[in-house]
């Protein structure tokens, strides 16, 4: 019986689908066979073609060379080592071999040829250690050790290609990227909204591209960069993105992967992949859930833990000991700026913060845009519809919903995704999968019934409250039913008036079961939890009560971020009991609302709930219906513009 305002009860859910394995071209084994046929090949060839090189001439017998020297019809011997080459008279030539530890003169000798038909032939003596015979010696052992080094060459790149980018380094364990990876490679274009985040890393990608211009100007260079925001913002992303655009080399790795394994390895991993980065410089190292290692030390937060601070230490170590020139930039993600060690953010480390809001209408529309590129979208599929109906949802969130609707299409085999698909999925990405398979039974059917129409009647009735677009007693995720109500449009700021009537609201549903069947269930816990922590804000940091004034009071478990601000907010005995009384005042004028509304309208109650029970969901049109039936006007967007922050 969740009363599902987006902002604080967006359950969290799983990032974006995987990216499928690559996988469609010849597999390794294929590959190693056509490689070694086509060696075989090239070493037949090559052979014949020595062999037709080296003797262009006619090889005939020794024997034979001596009977022509005899009769005289050579005129000149060329011996270069064993080999002899006999120049006829004609010109023609043919080679032949002696013993390699004879003398030409004596083979000739022992062939009966005499002394002086010896010397009527030209003899020329070459020294063996020319040129050519390095060439013609080794060239047989070099052609395969090139062939192989090319072989190896060829299937690297292959598997790189291929998205095999997780090479294990050493015991780094960082995955790679590479900038040769077109399929992996992602650019600023790939990033929808997110303007000043990205205006913010053009300055890193500059230097990644050129870091001369900086070096020689004398320019300090940025070490490391804090990306901040919630999760599913596209903080991993952006920093592949700046990767992409640089062209550099993109290695990763997560804050829990350095500590998670065996006691004593944390350390040496983190020296590691710096190293590993260092090497492939300029390059960029990225970090995921650096508040993993990176928390507060000594405050007992995360239980102490030894290993987890030698892991920090090391890092700051590495961070520390860059060279100035060293051209590998770190890039850090955390949606816990609050709980990093201070030491992590001074300067010359994590100097560079970027902060990534969650995208507001346009942006979602963008975002929605880039994952529709490769989705065929109906011709009734308006993208601004589905952005102004999806605030609070993150950059994954998006992707989420495009995906889904791309899921329910192919389930009822349609070519194209409708309008109603996305639809569909906006509240699937929102609340979990519907669960048919839970059935209330009647009496808690009409429990949840009261309890969801309690809500949503306050919230139509009460000024500053956001305006029901729809009612469910259906089960999803972890509510029984749920009251879905939305902003006009996204806001940053909300006024003390509109908290107070959110309070009434959510107290709506208890309000409404107690007054209906006289008891309580469990299905108001959530609420209660809810409406009390919004109503201690109220009171210890917006300094929205006036007894209290405008003093934030921090409590002693949050600390402002980065350490810096207010630190040791510890209050005394008496102020804690002071706010206490105030959220407890706050919360009773609310009840007391809620109440008068449940009771002056409890004829639009029992329809509400009638109706719920009979058809289960209740869309806005039909709900205003009820509304206006019963004397109560539906709020319009004007009315909530024009009216004026209290
Ligand atoms: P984070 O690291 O902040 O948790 P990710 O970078 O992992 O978030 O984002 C998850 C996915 O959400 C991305 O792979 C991308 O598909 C989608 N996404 C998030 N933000 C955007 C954005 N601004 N533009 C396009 N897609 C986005
Ligand atoms: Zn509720």
Do not use: C
């Not at 939890?529 to 004034?549: D, I, P």
């Amino acid at each position: 019986m969740a009363d599902l305002n987006q902002e604080s009860q967006k359950p969290r859910r799983a990032r974006g689908p995987a990216r499928p394995p690559q996988s469609g071209g010849p597999s390794i084994w294929m590959q190693l066979a056509m490689a070694f046929a086509v060696f075989l090949v090239l070493s037949a060839g090559y052979s014949l073609v020595r062999q037709y090189v080296v003797s262009e001439a006619e090889t005939v017998p020794l024997s034979q060379i001596a009977s022509d020297v005899a009769a005289g019809k050579i005129e000149s011997l060329l011996v270069e080592g064993d080999a002899i080459t006999a120049t006829y008279a004609d010109e023609t030539k043919k080679k032949s071999r002696k013993e390699t530890e004879a003398s030409l003169t004596e083979t000739l000798a022992n062939y009966q040829v005499s002394q002086e038909q010896i010397g009527a032939v030209k003899i020329e003596i070459k020294d063996e250690g020319g040129a050519r015979f390095w060439f013609l010696t080794l060239a047989p052992l070099m052609v395969p050790v090139l062939l192989l080094f090319g072989i190896i060459w060829y299937l690297s790149r292959q598997m790189r290609g291929a998205g095999m980018q997780a090479f294990t380094f050493g015991r780094s364990m960082a995955r790679l990227t590479s900038p040769e990876d077109q399929v992996q490679r992602v650019t600023f274009a790939d990033v929808a909204g997110a303007k000043e985040a990205k205006e913010e890393l053009t300055e890193i990608v500059d230097f990644l591209k050129n870091p001369k211009k900086f070096i020689q100007i004398g320019a300090r260079i940025p070490k490391g960069v804090l990306l901040m925001g919630a999760a599913g913002t596209g903080k991993t992303l952006l920093a592949r993105a700046v990767a992409g655009e640089s062209n550099v080399p993109f290695f990763s790795i997560s804050g829990s992967e350095f500590v998670e394994m065996f006691v004593g390895v944390g350390a040496s991993r983190v020296r590691d992949t710096f190293q590993v980065a260092k090497k492939a410089s300029p390059s960029i190292l990225f970090i995921d859930e650096i508040d993993a290692i990176g928390r507060v030390r000594g405050t007992g937060v995360g239980g102490g833990n030894d290993e987890r601070e030698q892991t920090l230490n090391q890092i700051l170590v590495e961070l520390d000991g860059f060279e100035p020139n060293e051209k590998v930039i770190v890039m850090a993600a955390t949606n816990r700026p609050d709980v990093l060690d201070p030491a992590l953010v001074r300067p010359g480390r994590f100097d560079r913060r970027v902060v990534i809001d969650l995208p507001d209408r346009k942006d979602r529309e963008d975002i929605l845009k880039v994952h529709a590129r490769q989705k065929p979208l109906g011709p009734d599929v308006r993208l601004t519809v589905i952005a102004e109906r999806t605030p609070g949802f993150s950059g994954a969130d998006l992707a989420n919903l495009m995906n889904e609707g791309a899921i329910l299409a192919a389930r009822e085999n349609r070519k194209e995704i409708t309008q109603y698909d996305l639809i569909r999925s906006i509240e699937k990405v929102m609340l979990g999968p519907e669960r048919r398979s839970h059935v209330l039974n009647k009496k808690e059917k009409e429990i949840t019934a009261y309890h969801e129409a309690g809500h949503a009647l306050v919230a139509s009735v009460l000024p500053y409250a956001d305006p029901v677009h729809k009612i469910s007693i259906i089960s999803r995720g972890r509510a029984a039913g749920y009251t879905l109500k939305l902003p006009f449009e996204d806001r940053k700021m909300q006024s003390r008036k509109e908290f107070l009537d959110d309070i009434a609201v959510s107290l709506g549903g208890y309000v409404a079961e107690r007054m209906i069947f006289g008891d309580i269930t469990t299905g108001a816990a959530n609420d209660l939890q809810v409406l009390s922590a919004l109503a201690r804000n109220m009171v210890a940091r917006y300094g929205m009560s006036e007894k209290m004034g405008p003093i934030a009071f921090a409590a002693s478990a949050q600390r402002a971020i980065f350490g810096e601000g207010v630190e040791g907010g510890e209050q005394s005995e008496e102020v804690a009991s002071q706010i206490d009384a105030e959220v407890k005042r706050i919360i009773e004028g609310a009840h007391k609302k809620a109440e008068g509304v449940l009771k002056k309208h409890r004829k639009a109650l029992d329809a509400i709930a009638g109706q719920l029970v009979e058809v289960e969901t209740i869309e806005r049109d039909d709900f205003e219906k009820i509304l206006i039936a019963h004397g109560i006007t539906p709020k319009k967007k004007e009315d909530i513009e024009h009216q004026p922050l209290a």
